[in-house]
């Protein structure tokens, strides 16, 4: 699990010590570890950290100070330090060390923007100090075009010598947005990101996390104030430790049973991808509602599907799966039976529509799960608004560079858990509360048939957490205790988790198994097979508690 804050989390965590005077101590702290990555960066780059050139970009806050203490450092271990002052001034204390140990400092204006971007072109290692948790929007003015030029440059420099500046950012990429991840203007891609007492939203949300690189956080003593994470991330290691595996006690009914309203005539094949997976991921036993035809392909392929061509309100599961290809008027009134239940349930593709029309008349329910992907989310969104539940429908592009924030919107209007599937997932509970981020998948994931597949092995962990909640529960609390949060922090996560949140983290565990099962078979290009699923799950811890 990597959680993380927003901008202003961390910097109220940061006040109590700014107020007992002890701002100077926190930024040695910073520029220390600051420091010591850019000494790895310069070896794994060139070898070693003498005669390596060094081009600070420094704005007038704390973020370009951080840069400034950390460029000291670095001068008296050898290398040769430029300062480009990106502000009206420079950290005073940090611009002095800079000096006292052979630096030189000089401001973007008096340079020019042309000599400014040939030095930072020509650097070894480029340290971006311009902006941390203190901007407001993109950057401004000469440095935006000084960015721009850098950018503009980078491809023929890499040509002519083979090697490139390495970027390394100083808290965040200069331009993106803490708490969003969002980039409105120009920003210097990282290879490498030194964060400070907490990772912060936009190392973990696209498109920050990409524009981030590897990202390091440094501890300064404020964490133990930092609250409720605003983000958190899922890894491998949270699946082995969360994902429900049979006990001798065990028998089909307490395992779960999914309930799968999928396919049609039209796309048998969504029919199929969901009861496999729901089958590989685990499920007790998997019931198939659907036409003659599509129920004999399914029967054929998994002989353990019980089929039928019952409606739901006469089969008795504990989760359903709904919606994949599901586009027949038979399956549109099995759908519309399904959002009535009361059962949990997987709401994708044709079921995510008929979501959209039914929000007229009422809410979801939390433990109602939607799956779309970012154009499904915008047409989800254009019902709310015409509902009048949102204020305005968002573009698909807007969705792309801000999916937590619309997922977090998507779900507060709808009632319903919203998971918005991408090359990072997130997940959002109604009633708020931390997002959860998925990104291990391999980008082959974003195939036709793929997102079947996640529907029908989310059904089965639904199916589980719905069925033997109190297990579920207690594999959460022993995850918990593990967990790289403390104080409020943790306790305010065990309280989310506990409530609506319950679901958000099931489903994301689902997009973790997904993604893991998508690089189980190599990264080749067909990652919904369920043997795939398999593979990913026996990799896993195989002795959990009963
Ligand atoms: N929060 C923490 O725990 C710690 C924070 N530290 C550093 O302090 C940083 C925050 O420092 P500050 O509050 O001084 O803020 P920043 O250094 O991020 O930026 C503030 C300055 O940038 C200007 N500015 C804001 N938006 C701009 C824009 N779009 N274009 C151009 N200029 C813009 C402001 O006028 C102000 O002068 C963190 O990111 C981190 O690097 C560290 O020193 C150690 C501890």
């Known amino acids: 699990m990597i959680p993380a804050w927003t901008g202003q989390a961390v910097r109220d965590a940061e006040r109590p010590f700014l107020d007992a005077g002890e701002g100077p101590a926190l930024m040695r702290w910073a520029a220390h570890g600051l420091a ?61 060390a800079v000096r006292a140990a052979g630096g030189r400092c000089a401001a973007l204006p008096d340079m020019g923007i042309g000599t400014a971007a040939r030095m930072c072109l020509a650097a070894d290692l480029l340290l971006d100090g311009v902006l941390g948790t203190g901007a407001e929007g993109g950057l401004r003015g000469p440095v935006g075009e000084l960015v721009e030029r850098v950018n503009q440059g980078l491809p023929e420099r890499s040509r002519r010598t083979s090697r490139r500046p390495q970027v ?31 990772t912060k939203a936009a190392h973990v949300l696209p498109p920050g996390r990409w524009l981030s690189g590897t990202v390091s956080n440094v501890a300064i003593g404020i964490e133990g104030g930092l609250p409720v994470p605003a983000v958190v991330e899922l890894e491998d290691r949270d699946l ?71 409606d739901p309100v006469d089969v008795h599961v504990q989760a359903w799966v709904a919606g994949p290809g599901a586009v027949d008027d038979d399956q ?23 979501v959209g029309q039914l929000l007229g008349e009422r809410r979801l329910d939390a433990r109602q799960v939607l799956t779309p992907h970012a154009g499904e989310l915008v047409e989800l969104l254009t019902w709310c608004h015409a509902w009048g539940l949102i204020e305005r429908a968002p573009s698909r592009e807007e969705v792309e560079g801000d999916p937590a924030g619309w997922a977090g919107t998507a779900a507060t209007a709808t009632g319903a858990t ?42 089965t962990l639904l199916a589980h957490v719905a069925g033997r909640p109190d297990r579920f529960d207690r594999q959460v609390q022993d995850w918990l205790e593990a967990a790289p949060l403390e104080g409020g922090a943790l306790e305010g996560f065990r309280d989310h988790v506990s409530g609506d949140g319950r679901w958000a983290l ?11 099962a998508s690089t189980a078979g190599g990264e080749g290009p067909a990652p919904c097979r369920p043997e795939y699923i398999r593979a990913a799950l026996t990799s896993g811890n195989p002795h959990p508690r009963a």
Not at 45 to 68: H, I, P, Q, T, Y
Not at 178 to 192: C, F, I, K, M, Q
Not at 287 to 293: A, T, V
Request: charged content about 20%; some cysteine; hydrophobic content about 45%.
């Open 168 to 198: 390394v950012a100083v808290d965040l990429p200069s331009g993106v947005e803490a708490d969003t991840g969002r980039s409105p203007g120009e920003v210097l891609g990282a290879v490498s990101t030194v964060t400070f007492g907490g």
């Open 418 to 459: 919203v998971l918005l599937k991408g090359a990072v997932t997130v997940v959002a509970a109604p009633s708020g509360g931390p997002v959860v981020a998925v990104a291990n998948g391999s980008p082959w994931l974003a195939s036709a048939g793929s997102g079947d597949c996640l529907a029908g092995l989310a059904g």
């Open 332 to 354: 549109r009134r099995r759908i519309d039976q399904v959002l009535a239940s009361e059962e949990p349930a997987v709401l994708d593709a044709g079921a995510i529509a008929a």
């Open 506 to 516: 099931a489903a994301a565990l689902a997009a973790v198994l997904h993604g893991r």
């Open 240 to 310: 082995d430790l969360l994902w429900p595996r049979p006990t001798p006690a065990d028998h089909k009914y307490t395992r779960g049973v999914v309930g799968v309203v999928a396919g049609s005539p039209r796309y048998p094949g969504a029919a199929l991808l969901c009861t496999r997976s729901a089958v590989a991921a685990g499920a007790g036993m998997v019931r198939y509602l659907g036409d003659e035809n599509t129920r004999s392909l399914v029967t054929l392929s998994n002989p353990e599907v019980v089929s039928s061509d019952e």
């Open 36 to 96: 010591l990555e850019c000494v790895s960066v310069l070896r794994r780059a060139r070898g070693s950290v003498a005669g390596a050139k060094v081009v600070v970009l420094a704005g007038s806050g704390n973020n370009g100070g951080d840069a400034l203490w950390a460029a000291a450092d670095l001068r008296r271990r050898g290398a040769g330090v430029e300062v480009i002052s990106t502000g009206g001034r420079l950290h005073e204390p940090g611009a002095d």
